[in-house]
């Protein structure tokens, strides 16, 4: 009898140890089936897309059979404008650089083309669809102060290198010293406007500016 006692009380923990182990691995995690389920349904559900737009400048939301924002959708017309003088000042500076060493009348009217619509696209992002700001923190002033220098910057050079391709084009057609010139020119304004859009993005992306209207106000200057 005394022999049996040792005996059942083995018996007894191995049953114990056979009946707890698939229910705790690795420092007492759970895996069986209810314990997943128990740690699923406490976890927050985060694949449903949540909704940041406010209503003033995301109306097109309620519109779900279009994804085509309206203009009146934005806060401003600054970003639906601005992209037309980065583009168009960058090409017009390549062509006419191009064109010192082919002299082409062809590429003369390119760069007369891109240049127009390039310096009056940036003169009304800069002079009328330029939104007031407010509630900016200091370094996205000085960010802003950097965008605005170069874009009057670009507004200085573009207007010149015009005033210049067409003395070129219809007064000295198309010399090579005064294709230099304009090619000359409209590099310093093809930089300016690569800057300013820099800044840009860095207002945008970084600092937060622009973007569902905040810091915005809905005037302009």
């Not at 085509?68 to 404008?81: E, S, Y």
Request: hydrophobic share 45%; proline share 5%; glycine share 6%.
């Amino acid at each position: 009898m005394t022999k049996k006692i040792p005996l059942l009380m083995l018996l007894t923990l191995l049953l114990s140890i056979i009946h707890t182990e698939p229910l705790y691995a690795h420092g007492g995690e759970k895996h069986d089936k209810a314990a997943q389920t128990e740690e699923h349904a406490q976890e927050p559900d985060t694949s449903a897309p949540q909704s940041v737009a406010p209503e003033e400048h995301a109306a097109h939301v309620q519109e779900p059979a279009t994804a085509h924002a309206r203009p009146d959708d934005f806060p401003n017309k600054h970003p639906l404008v601005v992209h037309f003088p980065i583009v168009l000042l960058l090409v017009a500076a390549a062509v006419q650089l191009c064109n010192i060493l082919f002299l082409r009348r062809e590429l003369d009217w390119i760069t007369t083309v891109a240049t127009i619509i390039g310096f009056s696209t940036a003169y009304y992002v800069t002079k009328f669809a330029h939104p007031h700001t407010s509630g900016l923190t200091e370094h996205a002033k000085l960010v802003l102060d950097q965008h605005d220098l170069y874009a009057d910057w670009t507004i200085y050079l573009a207007g010149i290198g015009l005033g210049a391709q067409l003395l070129n084009q219809f007064l000295f057609k198309g010399r090579r010293w005064s294709v230099a010139m304009v090619a000359l020119l409209l590099t310093g304004a093809a930089y300016c406007v690569a800057m300013a859009g820099h800044y840009g993005a860095q207002l945008v992306h970084i600092e937060g500016v622009g973007p569902q209207g905040r810091y915005l106000d809905t005037g302009h200057h």
